[in-house]
């Protein structure tokens, strides 16, 4: 018979740790539905999405009442629209957002993903239309995100997209500004975006990637917390090593879940991203994580460090766990989506400086970070480009994703409910980058040798 | 293919019989039982086949944790891959 222990660990787990599957994502190519008539474009891509994921939330359903693990978001990831967009000259691209949001409406996910460009080292037909409207198309739509990849490891920084990108940034929020500028939640800037992440909101479907797939994020920092609790006192390589072996077992979860909703769905297995997706439930956060390992509060002297062997070890301990590992895989740290970050940075403990140096050895970037209302555009887009050079030198995947919360200034308190959370308008350097920012151009692909 | 179906509670009469009734009810063989009573809590842990079962998995786990809360016991009945997966190497 299974061991006891083992089989009451994985209640606990489930029932007072919050371990759940944060998302099945299907990704699907929407490279057949590209027509220049965009109406006609339209009507392929919601038949297309609508056939393959049709039955996607009730086998997801059927599994979770089987495994009797929570399977918390269905969603979708989608070829960028803006190559889509590119072949209708002329017309908005907020109609495929529409088109996306009937889709998302008709089978009853919770997000579609790939409203987004790839413009690292330039501007294709298409990106700069699809760029100019997602202001627009996030204020008309609710479960649609947009992510926006201004640079890479290989190609350098786009700053035009980025000097674009602080400004389409704000107008996110300010559209929204009734609804929490909430716009700006659902809008990521990356660099070195991955082509299977299944993770909100900067999910699409690479050009790479087959027709469709199925990715699986799972999560679970509570699991890993409850674990360390049991290694009180013991030295940082037993800290690592109980964390590879919690990080083996959710991943396995996701594995189990992956291959089930692939079977069960006739679609292809993609990859399980075994990411530490914190909630704002109180014991899910990755914060605590930290502060379990000896921190007194996330935010301070050693949380770099602290972050950095956390992150390591999930991605070790996920690794064996799978057959396929991507998307972001490692530790987020969103710092309205975790009750341990809302709380360091209320207290002031944690800063945007801090944060910065976090997303050097985290899995993603700046993310769900409140800023006032009146932070310029060209500081939006400098923060952008700070964040981006990180990730180009350190060849990792780096986002930012900042709420400009309109009319509210820092202390100020911006609430988003469900799994976005709510978090304090953080302070950030306002002296200006003005003339750096407007120079546009490209910052060169550094040098992958002489690393020091 | 089994279910592992645990029961933890307050321990009074008749908890093994009222669950592995339910069992039988639905076509579910008991494969085997383990269980303890620590002070007056009752810790329950079973195995069942599940072959012959007659109405789906979730439905039935969802009847027994009803079944459950009614009893004031929590119980749970899940997939035994799922254990297997994320136990063994």
């Known amino acids: ?452 | 293919m089994r279910a592992v179906i645990t029961v933890v509670g307050k321990d009074r009469v008749g908890i093994l019989a009222t669950v592995s009734g339910k069992c039988a009810e639905n076509g579910l063989n008991i494969v085997e039982v383990t269980q303890s009573v620590l002070q007056d809590m009752f810790c329950m842990i079973m195995l069942a086949d599940i072959g012959e079962m007659e109405i789906s998995f979730s439905q039935f786990a969802e009847n027994l944790k009803k079944m459950g809360a009614e009893m004031n016991m929590d119980i749970h009945c899940m997939h035994e891959e799922i254990f297997d997966t994320m136990h063994k190497v």
């Open chain 1, 1 to 452: 018979m299974i061991n006891t222990n083992d089989i009451l660990e994985t209640i606990s787990m489930i029932e007072q740790e919050h371990l759940d599957i944060r998302t099945v994502t299907i990704g699907i190519s929407l490279l057949d539905c590209i027509d220049p008539d965009i109406d006609r474009a339209c009507q392929k891509v919601y038949d297309k999405i609508t056939r393959i994921a049709a039955r996607q939330v009730a086998v997801c359903e059927e599994i979770e009442g089987e495994l009797g693990v929570p399977i918390i978001n269905k969603r979708i990831s989608v070829t960028p629209i803006s190559m889509l967009a590119a072949a209708c000259h002329g017309q908005s691209p907020v109609k495929f957002a529409l088109t996306l949001e009937k889709a998302s409406r008709a089978l009853g996910v919770d997000f579609i993903g790939g409203y987004s460009a790839l413009v690292q080292k330039g501007f294709a037909p298409g990106d700069l239309a699809l760029i100019e409207s997602i202001p627009e198309a996030l204020s008309v739509t609710d479960h649609i995100c947009s992510s926006v990849n201004i640079g890479s490891t290989r190609a350098g920084i786009n700053m035009d997209a980025v000097c674009k990108m602080g400004y389409i940034v704000k107008e996110a929020a300010r559209l929204t500004a009734d609804r929490n500028c909430i716009g700006a939640a659902k809008l990521v800037v990356f660099c070195n975006a991955v082509e299977d992440n299944p993770f909100m909101a900067g999910a699409f479907h690479g050009v790479g990637e087959a027709d469709c797939c199925i990715n699986v994020g799972v999560s679970g920092p509570g699991v890993v917390r409850s674990a360390l609790a049991k290694h009180k006192g013991e030295d940082l390589s037993a800290v690592a090593e109980c964390i590879k072996r919690t990080a083996f077992k959710i991943t396995r979860i996701g594995q189990l879940v992956a291959t089930r909703a692939s079977e069960r769905l006739g679609i292809p297995f993609g990859i399980v991203d075994l990411s530490l997706a914190p909630t704002p439930a109180v014991g899910d956060s990755v914060a605590h994580i930290l502060e379990e390992m000896g921190l007194e509060q996330c935010g301070g002297c050693g949380t770099t460090a602290a972050l950095a062997l956390l992150n390591d070890a999930v991605k070790k301990g996920g690794v064996m766990a799978s057959g396929h590992v991507g998307g972001l895989s490692g530790a987020f740290i969103p710092v309205t989506e975790d009750a341990g970050m809302i709380n360091a940075a209320t207290t002031g403990c944690l800063t945007l400086e801090k944060l910065e140096a976090m997303t050097a050895v985290c899995s993603v970037g700046l993310d769900m970070i409140n800023i006032p209302g009146d932070t310029s555009p060209e500081v939006i887009s400098a923060l952008i480009a700070d964040e981006a050079a990180i990730g180009m030198v350190n060849s990792k995947t780096m986002a930012v994703r900042v709420i400009p919360a309109i009319g509210k200034k820092v202390g100020d308190t911006l609430s988003f409910g469900g799994l976005l959370g709510e978090g304090p308008v953080m302070n950030i350097n306002t002296a200006s980058p003005h003339e750096f920012i407007h120079r546009g151009g490209r910052i060169p692909a550094p040098l992958q040798s002489l690393k020091n």
